[in-house]
């Protein structure tokens, strides 16, 4: 159990042992880094990383924030229960990361987050789709991509709209398994989203739809998953709204117009409900301009 910082300078043996970090603002610092077997992070404060370190058994990190800065930690242990929390998250900034080995067909959860501004959590979720041995990295980046060079007005023409609140950043680096990616956010304060963007350079720098997501909407967080995804070259992610068919359905498209679209939208509906009039309300910005009961 350690109240201060935990300071390798030379060797440390981990055994099959267990390090508990039960102060306040600790760090994990040193000359040398650490490789541990079980960490657990209780007490009070951020647990920030100046050094890269690694666990081979449980990390657990209950309701504390490791703060890997431009470090990375590194989880080795395969199995899908290495990482164990209740609240807390694992942030990162720059090149940090949260790397996960993987060699199972199951799910992984990388617990990312941030305190930086605006206190998120906004986990993903990878599913190789082998037992083969795989290393996935994941960062959640707390700021408008466009921050970091990745204009969020440049957009393929399926894309209607991208957030600018946050993005992810996605990489397989040891592997060759394809993988579900599955992104949360919250529907109340990140709005609404139903698809997945890559940022590519080819054929033209800026975001493109990865793929149909499939949507699931929960509480408190939503999901998006890309399944059998295996483009592992671009590493920024981001949700993204497609843009809407045209002719638009209502089934489909409701809430997907985009207001840079080209051109005409036409409207198209058929049946009806009886003697019930004006059955369909168009809005715009909350504001009721058209109505009608063809």
């Keep these: 159990k350690i109240s201060g910082n935990w300071i390798n300078n030379n060797t440390f043996t981990s055994g099959t042992s267990t390090v508990i970090l039960e102060g306040s603002n600790q760090q994990i610092s040193g000359t040398v880094s650490s490789s541990f077997y079980n960490l657990n992070l209780v007490g009070t404060g951020i647990k920030t990383l100046t050094i890269n370190a690694s666990s081979t058994g449980i990390l657990d990190i209950k309701d504390r924030e490791l703060a890997t800065g431009i470090y990375t930690f590194f989880v080795q242990n ?9 609240t807390g998250f694992i942030s990162s900034l720059g090149v940090g990361t949260l790397s996960r080995a993987t060699a ?10 941030s305190s930086l501004l605006t206190t998120r959590y906004r986990p993903v ?6 037992l083969t041995s795989n290393t996935y990295t994941v960062r959640l980046a707390n700021n408008n991509a466009a921050t970091d060079g990745y204009n969020t ?16 950043i996605i990489q397989r680096t040891s592997g060759t398994s394809s993988a579900n990616i599955s992104i949360y956010y919250d529907a109340v304060t990140d709005g609404l989203w139903n698809g997945i963007g890559q940022w590519n350079t080819v054929p033209l720098s800026q975001w493109y739809n990865t793929t149909t997501a499939n949507l699931v909407q929960t509480s408190p967080l939503n999901s998006l998953t890309i399944n059998g995804w295996n483009s592992f070259s ?8 497609p843009s809407p068919s045209n002719p638009l359905s209502a089934a489909t498209d409701r809430d997907n117009f985009c207001a840079n679209d080209p051109g005409n939208i036409n409207l198209s509906v058929s049946g009806g409900y009886g003697n019930t009039a004006n059955w369909f309300t168009l809005m715009c910005g909350g504001t009721a301009i058209g109505s009608g009961n063809p």
Excluded: K, Q
């Design 234 to 241: 671009s590493i920024p992610y981001i949700l993204i709204n």
């Design 104 to 113: 199972s067909n199951a799910m992984y959860l990388f617990p990312v987050g």
């Design 78 to 86: 395969t199995s899908n229960s290495a990482i164990s929390r209740t």
């Design 125 to 130: 979720e990878i599913y190789p789709s082998t």
């Design 153 to 168: 007005s440049l957009l393929d023409a399926s894309i209607c709209t991208v957030d600018t609140l946050f993005y992810h």
